[in-house]
């Protein structure tokens, strides 16, 4: 991402957010990447056995899509706190110096998963290897690393926020960001009680992906409805503070759905199937905000007799039409269809659950963090109206395509493992592999794997298009 | 000039977002107490005194545990020591483990910790899930203790040439790709014997554990779909 068009106000904050675009960019490849290995598994087992095993590929999968998300939300504040709040991030050289810490670590941490892959079962593996928690594997020193990489940009945003304009956006997104590193924390301590472990493992899980990351996408496609349509920020921010209301007090004791089976009182049942079961509302309502400025502001211009659309960026405003939609189906939908403890209690722990994971993390944050990458390019190359390329359409629809196939693959072999290995069989050894034996369960997965590759397609034409498109003639200077 | 609306006023939503979410979470941390609360592991008195704990103390390794209907709770619970019939443990029945049924509080829970670590050392829940949570290209580990698979009548035992659940598990652990079942191996992890008695000691301890009923029915039906 070439800078040459950054200039004025905020250019640093601005340049830094293109770092971190550019790494995050790279994970979400290696993402695809290891995704591609574990899903040849399924498929033929002996692949790469005692080599890069099953559990190797699916940490790094699963680890490279966290990282890569926050490096992209990390990379998407410094980008728009310039606009938001008129000023130059404070901090700025802090911000960068952490940046090379942040990506220095992460290297490190990933060729230990690789090349050392597992140690002997003591504190010191746990320190330098992996922790062994799904999605928070990073090893202990890394998780330092990452708590002084958040504290500084916390600093920078909050510093920027009371020194310039503070708007609605601004502060909703100081409010979120600091709950969300601090958060962190909870998932930085070992016990050898595995009851209490998952209770404060779903603190930073679930308080992520189902309240504080939610909350920042809400501010986000605020961010992008005014920067792209031209929608007025009092109306934005207004949906904002709604959303923020909703998403909030479903999604804090929605938490509940994940303690019905840890050992956990029974009263999460009530709690967690009610709040969860509001969750989806909150993601309706994003739907709806956006179309609904969409078509407001499209409408006032036609009113004025100009036939051209409103849309300041039609790739990003592609990705941010489907983060809303993706959202309420993967996030919402998906995970309506087992929060209830009445059916969780049969799909906890099968395919379903993985169908829901893939959807919801591309319609609810894979999705608009792209958008936020082309809203990048936008700026770094100067253009005025952004428009697609063949590269962007086939892009977006193969990777959403793709993913969209895999999540119907999954939940097909997800229905197979509920009934044959649960409902029929008792959940034992011999029932969970009466049920991936079966012909549906195998199809599954076999499809799984094609859709898979669909995806990896679309993301070699992303990539391409990310290097290209800047320089492309179909956009207006 | 007309009234307007608080519907339509920020300051509203924005106050709004701020109670709810206060109310929230001061809501989530109250119960976060009562349940630390709860889920505290138990102590080997506990187990001598018959109180039930939903995380037994690690010493529940001397004793026989078995996963059976309450009739009070209408699901299966882990039953502890012995059935008083109605479905509470009665913490009596002790079930030899690695050769004994007299594992003092400190090694067991020595053992319990070893295990644990290995749990998480060896990335155990990067392909089985634990409690249902984890990857889902293994078995789920929560019962594994009590599947039918290592007991007498399973096939683990013979296959591995040990008499006893525990010794054929930690066994099979420490050379999992000696004894592969289905065309899905599990890989050879580098465990030691010291590290395969204590991740048996975890998985025992885990199968105490009270999910409420998570999962049901767990060894109860057997050949359902080939009418063994």
Redesign the interface.
């Known amino acids: 991402m070439a800078s040459n068009h950054l200039t004025g106000i905020g250019r640093e904050s601005k340049q830094l957010a293109t770092w971190y675009f550019t790494f995050a960019a790279i994970l979400f490849g290696a993402q695809l990447l290891f995704g591609l290995v574990?899903a040849i598994?399924?498929v033929m087992?002996?692949f790469l056995?005692?080599v890069l095993?099953?559990?190797?590929a699916?940490?790094l999968h699963i680890n490279a899509l966290v990282v890569w998300m926050v490096f992209a939300m990390f990379g998407a504040v410094y980008w728009l706190l310039p606009d938001e709040t008129g000023i130059e991030t404070v901090g700025i050289k802090i911000g960068k110096l952490l940046f090379w810490v942040f990506a220095a670590a992460i290297v490190v941490v990933v060729l230990v998963y690789l090349f050392i892959?597992?140690?002997?079962?003591?504190?010191m593996?746990?320190w330098f290897?992996?922790?062994?928690?799904?999605y928070i594997?990073a090893p202990r020193w890394a998780d330092f690393g990452i708590v002084v990489v958040a504290l500084g940009f916390v600093a920078n945003l909050f510093l920027t926020g009371i020194k310039g304009k503070q708007t609605?956006i601004v502060?909703v997104l100081m409010a979120d960001m600091i709950a969300f590193s601090g958060l962190y924390l909870c998932g930085m301590f070992?016990?050898?009680?595995?009851?209490?472990?998952?209770?404060w493992w779903w603190w930073v899980i679930h308080l992520w992906v189902e309240a504080t990351w939610e909350v920042y996408v809400g501010a986000l496609a605020a961010y992008g409805l005014i920067t792209m349509l031209g929608a007025h920020r009092?109306v934005v921010?207004?949906w904002l503070?709604?959303e923020?209301?909703m998403l909030?007090?479903s999604g804090?004791?929605g938490?509940g759905h994940?303690?019905?089976?840890?050992?956990?009182?029974?009263?999460?049942?009530e709690?967690g199937a009610l709040f969860s079961a509001l969750e989806p509302l909150p993601l309706v309502a994003m739907f709806i905000h956006v179309l609904y400025d969409w078509g407001k502001t499209q409408g006032e211009q036609d009113a004025q007799g100009k036939e051209v659309s409103v849309i300041r960026n039609k790739p990003a405003f592609t990705w941010f039409v489907l983060n809303a939609f993706g959202n309420f189906l993967g996030a919402g939908i998906w995970g309506f269809f087992h929060t209830l403890p009445q059916v969780n209690?049969?799909t906890?722990?099968?395919?379903f659950?993985?169908a829901h994971g893939h959807l919801a993390f591309y319609g609810a944050y894979a999705t608009i963090l792209v958008g936020m990458m082309y809203i990048a390019i936008q700026g770094t190359n100067g253009i005025k109206v952004m428009n697609h390329t063949k590269s962007s359409i086939w892009a977006v629809s193969l990777l959403t395509g793709g993913m969209m196939g895999m999540t119907v693959a999954l939940t097909i072999a997800g229905y197979v493992?509920v009934l044959?290995s649960?409902a029929?069989?008792?959940?034992?050894?011999?029932?969970?592999?009466?049920g991936?034996?079966g012909i549906w369960f195998a199809q599954a997965m076999d499809w799984r794997l094609i859709m898979g590759v669909v995806m990896f397609a679309g993301f070699a034409l992303l990539a391409k298009d990310f290097l290209t498109t800047g320089k492309a003639p179909v956009h207006q200077r | 000039m007309a009234k307007r609306s608080v519907w339509s006023d920020n300051r509203f939503w924005q106050r709004s977002a701020a109670w709810i979410t206060g109310f929230a979470s001061v809501l989530l941390i109250w119960l976060t107490f009562d349940t630390m609360a709860q889920i505290t592991i138990g102590t080997d008195a506990d187990i001598k005194n018959g109180v039930t704990k939903r995380v037994p103390a690690p010493t529940v390794i001397n004793y026989k545990i078995t996963y059976e209907m309450s009739t009070k709770r209408g699901h299966e619970v882990p039953i502890i020591g012995g059935n008083d019939g109605q479905g509470m443990s009665l913490f009596q029945e002790k079930e030899l483990f690695f050769g004994r049924d007299d594992w003092s509080e400190e090694e067991a829970a020595e053992l319990l910790h070893l295990g644990k670590l290995g749990s998480q050392v060896k990335n155990c829940m990067n392909c089985h899930t634990l409690l249902g949570n984890g990857a889902y290209y293994a078995p789920d580990l929560t019962k594994a203790w009590l599947d039918p698979q290592w007991g007498p009548d399973g096939s683990m035992q013979a296959m591995t040439g040990k008499n006893t659940k525990e010794e054929a598990m930690a066994e099979f652990l420490q050379n999992p790709s000696k004894y592969p079942t289905h065309a899905r191996q599990m890989p050879n992890l580098g465990i030691t014997a010291e590290e395969a008695k204590g991740l048996v000691a975890f998985l025992k301890h885990m199968s105490s554990i009270d999910t409420n009923g998570f999962p049901r029915n767990f060894g109860k039906i057997e050949g359902a779909v080939h009418g063994k």
Not at chain 1, 117 to 123: F, S
Not at chain 1, 348 to 351: A, C, L, R, W
Not at chain 1, 424 to 434: E, I, N, R, S, V
């Open positions: 574990a598994q399924y087992p002996a056995f005692e095993d099953f559990s190797v699916r940490m892959q597992v140690g002997p079962a003591d504190e593996s746990i290897i992996h922790e062994g928690r799904e594997e609605g502060t070992f016990t050898d009680n595995i009851s209490m472990d998952q209770y009092k921010e207004m503070w709604i923020v209301t909030f007090g804090i004791l938490l994940h303690y019905f089976w840890i050992g956990t009182p029974e009263y999460w049942w709690i209690l049969y906890h722990g099968t395919q659950t993985s493992q044959v649960r029929q069989m008792g959940a034992t050894w011999a029932a969970y592999f009466d991936q034996s």
